[in-house]
């Protein structure tokens, strides 16, 4: 029998993607003075720059890292270089009482959000659990974005209008024929880096269909996109000879971390973007992502698991 999926597979859909993978993202030039953008991982790589660009067009920031001390210096360079105001939460977004806890702060927000990125992500050559028993890069890309969704949800609708963005990447074409939700810690399969990091990134792409839905004609959008192959502090958690290999070989292949803050800034603030919800986007070009990632059964079947995962209540029924 042919795997799910199989016959949906199309070559124009690879060669799009190809070309989309050389393109540059178009640029917006509007201002965003006195808006609220919320970015997670937010002091290295494409999340440092994206921060640096938003707060150069005169946003304010709030960010969720984990560092402390990355976060004050983050603080006060941007504070210093741009004069708007830079906050931050600190939270392991591998810890789910971190990332409820960040939820809660960003809740008590008094001003609207006008952006919520969520960017913060990682990858490991060898699988590690999390303290709540759950595959870390599952909770890291996945799993803390469908939290903060969801526990906000009340407050970015409230607000009329708010834009969500998924950093999310090609790589969920890693996992082909879709998501095993029957092991999801990867105890009865040989774990892999990419197809773990896939099925993170698949998970994210396929509940942004069911958020999309549940947010539509609240002026609340979700879309998700690819941020280039771009060279930043990825992998930095893996061993030497990973790191090597990045350094001397990788990085050399890779394209710059603007083209990657210039499409999320798009994405976030132009015109063009008002309306557009639940779509994939390589850098700034639309995008038909891998077929498992449009499937909205399996969507269902992954939220209903989620839920179940984090305890939580579907809050939008
Ligand atoms: N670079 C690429 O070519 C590429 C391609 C496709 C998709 N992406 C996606 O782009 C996003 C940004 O990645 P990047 O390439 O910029 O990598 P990066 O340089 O490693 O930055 C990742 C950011 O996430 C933060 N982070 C990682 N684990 C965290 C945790 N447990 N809790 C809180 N924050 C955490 C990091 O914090 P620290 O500063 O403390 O380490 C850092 O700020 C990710 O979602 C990644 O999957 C990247």
Redo the contacts with the bound molecule.
């Keep these: 029998m042919l795997p799910k999926y199989f016959n949906e597979y199309k070559v124009s859909n690879i060669s799009a993607m190809i070309r989309n993978n050389g393109r540059n993202p178009k640029i917006c030039t509007d201002n965003f003075t006195g808006r609220l953008v919320v970015i997670?991982?937010?002091?290295?790589?494409?999340?440092?720059i994206t921060a640096m660009k938003f707060a150069s067009q005169g946003a304010d920031l709030l960010c969720?890292?984990?560092?402390e001390k990355?976060s004050a210096a983050l603080k006060e360079e941007i504070e210093r270089k741009w004069g708007v105001s830079c906050k931050y939460i600190i939270?392991?977004?591998?810890n789910l009482s971190d990332i409820r806890n960040a939820a809660a702060q960003l809740i008590k927000v008094e001003r609207s959000i006008d952006v919520l990125i969520h960017?913060?992500?990682?990858?490991l050559t060898k699988r590690e659990m999390t303290q709540d028993g759950i595959e870390k890069i599952f909770v890291?890309?996945y799993l803390s974005s469908f939290i903060i969704n969801t526990l906000l949800s009340e407050k970015l609708k409230s607000q009329g209008r708010a834009r969500i963005i998924l950093?999310?990447?090609?790589?969920h074409r890693f996992v082909p024929w879709g998501l095993e939700l029957n092991d999801l810690n990867w105890q009865k399969r040989r774990y892999s880096g990419l197809k773990s990091y896939g099925s993170a990134?698949l998970a994210q792409l396929q509940s942004m269909l069911i958020f999309a839905d549940r947010f539509s004609s609240s002026g609340v959008t979700i879309n998700a996109m690819?941020?280039?192959?771009?060279r930043?502090?990825?992998g930095?958690e893996n061993g030497a000879f990973y790191r090597w290999i990045k350094k001397h070989v990788y990085d050399r292949m890779?394209r710059p971390?603007e083209i990657s803050s210039e499409s999320i800034y798009y994405l976030g603030v132009s015109k063009e973007m008002e309306g557009v919800s639940g779509k994939f986007f390589n850098l700034t070009t639309m995008e038909e992502p891998a077929p498992p990632a449009l499937d909205k059964q399996a969507a269902f079947e992954l939220w209903e698991k989620t839920l179940e995962i984090t305890g939580m209540q579907d809050i939008f029924v």
Excluded: C, M
């Design positions: 997670s991982g937010a002091t290295s790589g494409i999340g440092y969720i890292n984990r560092n990355k939270a392991d977004l591998s960017n913060a992500g990682a990858y890291v890309n950093v999310s990447s090609e790589g990134k690819h941020p280039g192959a771009v930043s502090e990825t930095q890779l971390t």
